[in-house]
Each structure stands twice: as C-alpha cells, then as structure tokens.
C-alpha cells in the first residue's frame, strides 16, 4: 500500500501558481495511481490560522477551496478530500512531534524568517510550529509521497527528519516521505516580479493571476507582465525570467516542451507571444471555472467533505494510538 498526500492553505484566492505547482500534479499522479494507493488531498485551514483571518471570509474559502479541488479533476471515489481541522487528530500529532523538534530546527524555516520580517509585531508561536503540524499531516497517514511546489521542500526535509528520529527512538512507525516536485511549473513567478514567486499573500493583485478571474482579467493581467526589451522570444531564467515564467505557464497549459514552444514562438513579438499565453490560460481555466460555478452550493459538496472527513479520521485515530502506545503516554490501548 503506497499513501500519496497533500494539502493547501485556504488563505487568500488561489493562484494559478498553486494550481500549475501542486493541485495538476494531485490530478494527475491521482489519475495514474493503482488500486493499492491511497490518496489524501485536504484543505489546510490550521495551518491557514498561523496568521490573523477573517473568520467570514476563512470559511467561504474553506468551501471555495474544496470546490475548486473538485472543479480541477480530483474525483471523492479516487481520493479522500477533506478539512484539516475536522480531523482532530491532526492538532494531536503537531504536539507529539513538537516534544522531539528542536527550536533551532524551526527557526532556520527560510518561511519562517521570511514571515517574521514582513510580520514585525505579534507573531504567533504557531508560525514557529508551522512546520511541525505540516510533517503531523504527513505523517498521520503513513505518507510515501507528496506532491508540492519548491517552495515546500525545506518543510519536507523536516517531515523527513522528524520521521527517521520518531523511528530510532521508539522502533519503525514511519515511511521516510518523499517530495515529489514537477520538472516544469514548480516555482510560477510573480507577473510583476519574474525573479520572486507568484503568491497568494501577494498585495499586488496584478502579480498573480488567481484561479477564479474572468477572462478580461486574465488577459489584461498576462498583457501588462513584465519582461525585458530584447523582444525575442527563449528560455533563459537568469536574464529572461518573465519571458522564461510566461514560457512556464504556457507548457503547462498546453503541454508542449519549451523547446517546442521557443520553436513555434522565436519570430513573434512579445505582444503576439503574450496573447498565446492568454488564450491558452483562458481555454485552460475557463472550464474549471464553469465546474467550479455548478459544484459550489450543492450538496454533493458538503457530503463529499463529511465522508472525507470520516475515512481521513479512521486512519489518523489508528496512528496516533499507535504513537501514544510507542511514546508510553495514556494507558495501554
Ligand atoms: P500553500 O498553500 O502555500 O501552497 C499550496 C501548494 O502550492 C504550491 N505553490 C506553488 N507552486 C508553484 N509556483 C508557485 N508560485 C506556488 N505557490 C504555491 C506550494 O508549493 C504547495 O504545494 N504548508 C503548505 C500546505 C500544507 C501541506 C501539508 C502541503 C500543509 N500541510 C502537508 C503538503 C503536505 C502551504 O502553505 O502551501
């Protein structure tokens, strides 16, 4: 039995680099899994609480997540969709793993620091322990994989970590997780700022296109992109990087290699390249918005949660029993 999971923060609208990044990635390995491979894809709304949210707007965007899960292609009989915070268990397993992580682990979290000087005032301990809970998903269901954008590697690391030491002081439990990261589209880069990633806390609403803008929006957000003055058309990251970030997104809608790409586009002008680019997120998105519309207020919604919420919550009671038995906490179960 292999255990694929992952999960997003329901912070914010969600941005296309989430959805190139991480939700085509839970699709797709979801659509290639065999009978003997669990799937667990939740909406990280804890984790989302590590800073100050409007509650109204927490929970529409809790609800807005799970649709938009489902609008993109994750199917409830292939993969178990829930809530993170309606599996207790979760909030369990971040504390047992906090009494073996080192503070000097957690405070080397380049998001962390990140976080912190952006956030000079009332950060909370939970931004710290961030990490921890993260790894407690992970390893609540035994995970082999997970699929995530860069950005989340340097958390993974620290699952990894935490799982080989829970191991060696208590006996085997734990697989050693494995990030699975995707070759092209694992880091979309801000439209504004090619050489900084596209981010949902991003105050530049320009910067990033969001899953659910119209089709207007798209088009005049990926015509006022930054690029450079050179008006040709290739791949270089270093000198290049919104033309090279424009040339991302298209081979992920269109699923053509860059090379491909830099081929059919070497002679148009930035204005022509850019409207390739528009056009093909506009086919892309346009029909995960139309799905998204006729998911969101049903009740199929609600039922696909609660059932999720169930089966995620039988495998989570069986770990942490398993852990507080090895950590010789509680009685004997
Ligand atoms: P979050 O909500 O910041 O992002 C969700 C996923 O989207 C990816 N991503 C990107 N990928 C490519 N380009 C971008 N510009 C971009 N921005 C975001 C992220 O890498 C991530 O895969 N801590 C996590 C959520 C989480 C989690 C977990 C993930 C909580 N527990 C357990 C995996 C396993 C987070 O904040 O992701």
Redesign the pocket.
């Known amino acids: 039995m292999k255990t694929i999971?992952?999960?997003?923060?329901p912070?914010g609208k969600i941005?296309l680099?989430?959805y190139?990044?991480?939700i085509k990635n839970f699709v797709e390995m979801q659509n290639n899994a065999d009978e003997d491979t669990n799937i667990f894809i939740f909406i990280?709304d804890l984790?989302a609480i590590t800073v100050y949210q409007d509650p109204v707007e927490l929970r529409k965007s809790i609800k807005s997540l799970a649709a938009i899960y489902l609008a993109c292609g994750l199917d409830p009989n292939k993969s178990t969709i829930f809530i993170q915070s309606e599996v207790k268990e979760h909030a369990e397993i971040g504390y047992l793993l906090q009494t073996m992580t080192y503070v000097g682990e957690l405070e080397r979290m380049t998001q962390y620091k990140d976080k912190m000087q952006k956030q000079v005032q009332g950060v909370s301990s939970a931004l710290l322990t961030?990490p921890v809970?993260?790894a407690g998903?992970?390893l609540l269901y035994n995970s082999n994989y997970?699929?995530?954008?860069?950005?989340?590697k340097q958390?993974l690391e620290l699952s990894r970590t935490l799982a080989e030491r829970f191991n060696n002081r208590y006996s085997e439990t734990f697989n050693v997780p494995e990030p699975i990261i995707q070759k092209v589209?694992?880091?979309?880069?801000s439209l504004q700022d090619p050489t900084s990633?596209?981010?949902?806390s991003d105050k530049l609403e320009k910067a990033s296109i969001f899953l659910l803008d119209d089709e207007a929006t798209i088009r005049k957000k990926i015509a006022s992109a930054v690029t450079d003055s050179e008006a040709k058309v290739y791949f270089d990251q270093e000198n290049k990087p919104g033309i090279s970030n424009l040339l991302t997104i298209l081979s992920c809608c269109t699923l053509k290699s860059i090379d491909e790409l830099v081929e059919d586009c070497k002679d148009m002008n930035y204005g022509e390249f850019k409207k390739i680019v528009a056009d093909a997120l506009v086919e892309k998105l346009m029909p995960i918005q139309q799905r998204y519309n006729e998911i969101l207020n049903s009740e199929e919604l609600d039922l696909i949660l609660t059932e999720g919420a169930k089966k995620a919550s039988y495998f989570a009671n069986k770990t942490i029993t398993k852990m507080k038995r090895k950590m010789g906490i509680g009685r004997k179960q």
């Not at 997970?146 to 989340?152: A, S």
């Not at 589209?185 to 880069?189: L, R, V």
């Not at 990633?197 to 949902?200: A, E, F, G, Q, T």
């Open positions: 999971l992952s999960g997003i923060q912070s941005t680099g989430n190139l990044g991480a990280a984790h961030y809970l993260m998903d992970i997970v699929p995530v954008g860069v950005d989340q958390h589209g694992a880091k979309i880069m990633k596209m981010s949902k």
